[in-house]
């Protein structure tokens, strides 16, 4: 049964990289708790401000701006993009440099284009700024890999949803807040439409630039520390437990980690961190700690501890099996859910126009509310899978969502509801289902080339931006058909997912992430 206490008191951690065995998220003066918050806090902001353009933009903004139909959804795929570059880069800029300073930056340099929205006046002046704010998007990879480094493998997947749920549901929080802010400012301010809505993107601007200052000031980049000295910190770790050992980081192939334990000194085809045991003259400890056995904590040495990746060494990870399946679970569910999120509002006006552009707003945001319960459930059940099924049960509760969720897309475009009730509840149904997958993905990246997680969470990122940019394209050229595309995307996801199915959830021999 779950222990209430687990959600406020001091973790136990893991020995060697000082992992948390569970979540403090009620407790921010702890130094995980901490860490948890400024994780999905940071990606919640980023979220909002990322996305504080739809909820005006199909009324207010096109308006002001005498944007066409083609005009709005090119803004949409040009923002996504943006953060598919970001996304890219930022995952080896999270092995290098450590995912704080890489989210940190990723949040200012978003900040500046949002302060900047009041300058556009033209539809190439919307392209151009929804490109730069589109930096916000990539703030996901470094969220879930500081994510990954705090947190250990029996509790990570619900970490890692939990703090992309929290994140996501900014994406809803935006169609409650951008036109609550656009009407308070035009009934309360006297402001004009053409002024109010520019007013208002300063608002996340500050939020932004407040919470990147805050993470850099208040949370570490590791458990153990310094980014640069965390090789140093799981040797003296393991020093202190009767294993002593050098940390060699040379370069080398981050794939080749087979052969661990068997390395010769003259061997530099691999970075290895090579430990030996010794007899413990006098083993220490730290409080809090989780009793592991000695094989179990050299693997954890050897096989999870980060390395800095060079091009030659990305490449193998990148093109992996095991990361295919990520990303194209990832391409559909997140995918899914980006194009998803852009049209919504504009839908629920289309099929109901009494709503309005609030009321459409307001209902579109349940969508990614939702985030906050079901992107949670989907990494809670593949951790309460794991210990019964391994990672098998893990892969297996990804493409088993990702059908139902197929089904419910498919339900909703060939029926096309126009009952209100209908509607809203089979989007809802698609939502849960949905947005599970993107918790259930992110379960498993941590076990996946956990040496090289900056990576494989850079990838897997960006294949869900990928994704959003496939369906948004899909979208723009069907006009105002959304149904068609709704059931298009649920038979591309069923396809892809089964297609997927048979490969192995991790590489054969590898040493970590089991």
Same mark, same amino acid.
């Given at each position: 049964?779950?222990? +209430? ?46 996305? @504080?353009?739809?909820? #005006? ?35 080896? @800029?999270?092995? &290098? ?12 340099? *978003?900040?500046?284009?949002?302060? +900047?929205? *009041? ?65 308070? +400012?035009?009934?309360?301010? *006297? ?6 809505? &520019? ?14 200052? *805050? ?64 007899? /413990? ?27 800095? /990746? ?10 992996? +099996? ?54 949670? #459930? ?47 509840? #089979?989007? @809802?149904?698609?939502?849960?289902? #949905? ?10 990246? /941590? ?56 490969? &192995? ?10």
């Amino acid at each position: 049964m779950f222990d +209430l206490n687990l959600l406020y008191k001091a973790p136990e951690v893991n020995p060697v990289n000082r992992k948390a065995r569970s979540i403090p998220g009620l407790n921010p003066v702890n130094l995980y708790g901490r860490v948890f918050f400024f994780s999905w806090f940071g990606f919640l902001i980023a979220f909002w401000s990322w996305y @504080a353009f739809p909820p #005006l933009l199909y009324v207010t903004i096109a308006k002001d701006l005498n944007l066409t139909q083609a005009d709005i959804a090119n803004s949409n795929i040009i923002a996504l993009t943006a953060t598919l570059l970001v996304r890219l880069v930022a995952g080896p @800029a999270c092995d &290098r440099f450590g995912p704080r300073w890489t989210f940190a930056g990723c949040l200012l340099a *978003g900040a500046i284009p949002t302060a +900047l929205a *009041g300058a556009v006046y033209s539809a190439s002046g919307l392209f151009a700024l929804r490109f730069f704010v589109g930096i916000l998007g990539g703030s996901f990879v470094p969220c879930q890999v500081w994510s990954t480094g705090f947190f250990d493998k029996n509790v990570v997947g619900t970490a890692n949803a939990l703090t992309g749920g929290f994140g996501n549901a900014g994406g809803g929080i935006t169609y409650f807040l951008m036109p609550a802010i656009f009407d308070s +400012l035009v009934a309360n301010q *006297g402001l004009t439409p053409h002024v109010a809505w &520019r007013v208002t993107f300063i608002v996340p601007f500050i939020c932004i630039t407040v919470t990147a200052i *805050g993470m850099l000031i208040l949370c570490p980049d590791t458990p153990t520390g310094k980014w640069s000295e965390r090789h140093l910190a799981v040797q003296q770790n393991l020093a202190v437990h009767g294993i002593s050992g050098a940390v060699v980081d040379v370069p080398g192939d981050l794939t080749d980690k087979s052969t661990a334990g068997t390395d010769s000194p003259s061997d530099s085809s691999e970075k290895k961190l090579g430990f030996e045991a010794v007899e /413990p003259k006098q083993v220490g400890g730290f409080a809090h700690e989780v009793q592991i056995g000695e094989q179990q904590m050299l693997d954890t040495a050897r096989g999870e501890v980060v390395v800095k /990746p060079t091009f030659r060494e990305a490449l193998p990870v990148i093109f992996s +099996l095991q990361t295919l399946v990520l990303g194209g679970g990832y391409f559909c569910s997140f995918g899914g859910e980006l194009a998803i999120n852009s049209i919504l509002g504009s839908y629920y006006q289309k099929n109901f126009p009494t709503l309005g552009q609030t009321g459409a707003g307001n209902w579109a945001a349940m969508f990614g509310l939702l985030n906050v319960v079901f992107r949670p #459930l989907g990494g809670v059940v593949s951790d309460l899978i794991y210990p019964h099924a391994g990672v098998w049960g893990k892969k297996i509760w990804i493409h088993g969502v990702a059908v139902v969720t197929g089904v419910f897309l498919i339900a909703i475009g060939l029926s096309d509801p126009k009952d209100q009730n209908t509607m809203f509840g #089979l989007i @809802a149904g698609m939502a849960c289902f #949905l947005e599970a997958g993107n918790g259930a993905n992110f379960g498993l990246v /941590p076990h996946v080339h956990p040496h090289a997680n900056g990576i494989v969470s850079g990838v897997t990122g960006a294949s869900g931006n990928l994704g959003g940019i496939v369906f948004a394209i899909i979208f723009r050229y069907n006009h105002k058909d959304y149904a068609k595309v709704f059931w298009i995307i649920g038979v591309m996801t069923i396809a892809i997912n089964l297609s997927l199915s048979w490969i &192995r959830p991790i590489p054969r021999g590898q040493i970590g992430g089991r």
